[in-house]
């Protein structure tokens, strides 16, 4: 094993280019849809509301299969799940990507959702197949792939677009799927020492209506009405599954989702900082393409194409992408308890920049540019300190349930900056006003500060709770060891930081 590790042969070398490159195919496919909203509503003959299914479906269908394919991902069937979902991947972008109405592009837009469970599976491929130097750096960089990518796909697909039609748009979507799955087939491993488990299947129905109700609520309530007797009985539905959900994870023997694993700190603030953090992302990637977009005449926007708009987003790839680097750097400057928090500073400058500082085009690059740094160094520690505190078999699993909350964060946040614009659009006028936009980017700095607090407060309480209880109690050497996974979560904290930034914060 140590001589395959020191000299690894041509499919280890492949498998971190490809494991990245499907986390990136993955990214720019869910974010196909956004930017041909209007052209796929011009295009079909149907309104912007149904149009922007084409976004709603694959977010959806992803929330919903992502953790039981993570739960799958985590026996021993990974490599046939990898290759069976980038197979489902490529059938849908043909179907989307062919002139065959509004209801096959729908249809290949929600096959095209399971890609979303992929980056979980490779987190846990990596976490497996690679060794610990190699495997810490990956994990990063495929957690940042999930936000990169969607400033990758924005540009891309507006350049197709406007070139060769909104058809050619998904083309290109299938040709890059059929690339990554003839990549999956030829490198991914198959899992070794993985024991088959029996599939939670009521947890996984149970999980999958109780979201898709939640996550249908939240896409529908500015048409259905906020108040609007349907909508209320559908959440209040939706959040009573959800809850039965927990209480059947809670009991069952092998659950889809250990729950259990939040009692630990590190795995909890993970969860809750991906959730919270999801929320103020897409606020701001929300407003910022809807503002650029809106013309002059009413007072701000610029009137952007959709390409233009695609290359505001470009900065914040790019810097997502750079964080990877900094992280190490900023672990080793600071401390490694810091590296979160920071991120949150970060991306709440960035958010205080579009409050302030929104004028001209050249201000919004560099708002996305900083935001970039800021999410990807926020992203780029979650999966780590997952991947560090919860058993190998566990992985999967777990970083599934960090995806889903975050793809919910994501719902949430662009549905908060739609319904925050619509209450500042005037009677008898489409477009909002532009206090509009700074009241929705003061919610969206609140929404910041809250995850800073996360990050900060829930681990210190785990600590101080933890530091108290070895204070008071007298226990033998034997129970210590018994003991060793509960009671020295604050080490673990600090300890899985420095392995998502590397040998360099050491």
Known sequence: MEARHTAPGLRERAL?????????????ISSLGSPLVPTIASVD?????????????????GAVATPTMGRLGDGPHRRRVIIGA???????????????????????????????????????????????????????LLSITTVAGVGLGYPLTGLIAESWGVHAGFWFGAIISALALAAAVLVVPQPQGREKRPLDAPGAVLLAVGLAGLLLALSEGEIWGWGSTRLLGLTGAA????????????????PLVDLRSLRNRVVLT?????????????????????????????GYGFGTSVLVTGLVLLPFSAASVASSKLVPVLARRTSTALVLP?????????????????????????????????????????????????????????????????TVGYSTGSVLSAVILQAHTPAGRLLPENSGYGTA????????????????????????????????????RDEELLMD???????????SVTAVAGPASR
């Not at 003959?45 to 269908?61: C, E, K, P």
């Not at 210190?460 to 033998?476: E, K, M």
Request: neutral net charge; glycine residues 8%.
């Open 86 to 140: 980038t197979a489902v991947v490529l059938l849908g972008s043909v179907l989307a990507a062919l002139p065959l109405g509004f209801t096959f592009l729908i249809i290949g837009r929600g096959l095209q959702g399971l890609g979303l469970g992929l980056t979980p599976l490779a987190i846990a491929t990596a976490r497996d197949a690679l060794p610990a130097e190699r495997s810490r750096p990956t994990v990063a």
């Open 270 to 298: 993970a969860d809750v900082s991906g959730l919270i953090a999801g929320v103020a992302m897409y606020m701001l990637m929300s407003m910022v393409t809807r503002f650029v977009q809106t013309p002059s005449s009413a």
């Open 441 to 476: 980017a003061l919610l969206g700095c609140a929404v910041w500060v809250v995850t800073a607090v996360v990050t900060i407060v829930l681990p210190r309480r785990g600590a101080s709770a933890r530091q108290d209880r070895s204070a008071t109690a007298v226990v033998t």
């Open 16 to 28: 971190v280019p490809v494991l990245v490159f499907l986390g990136t195919v993955v990214a720019v």
């Open 485 to 495: 996974e509960s009671i020295a979560d604050a080490e673990t904290a600090e300890d």
């Open 239 to 254: 959040l009573a599954l959800l809850a039965w959900w927990i209480i059947h994870e809670l009991r069952t023997a092998h």
């Open 342 to 406: 920071v991120g949150c500073a970060v991306s709440l400058l960035s958010m205080a920049m579009f409050l302030f500082a929104r004028n001209s085009l050249w201000e919004l690059f560099v708002i996305m540019g900083v935001a970039g740094l800021g999410v990807g160094c926020t992203f780029a520690v979650m999966p780590g300190l997952i991947v560090s505190s919860v058993p190998a078999h566990e992985t999967g699993s777990a970083i599934s349930f960090n995806q889903v909350l975050r």
């Open 45 to 61: 003959h149907v309104s912007l509301s149904d149009a922007q299914w084409s976004l709603t479906i694959t977010l959806l269908v």
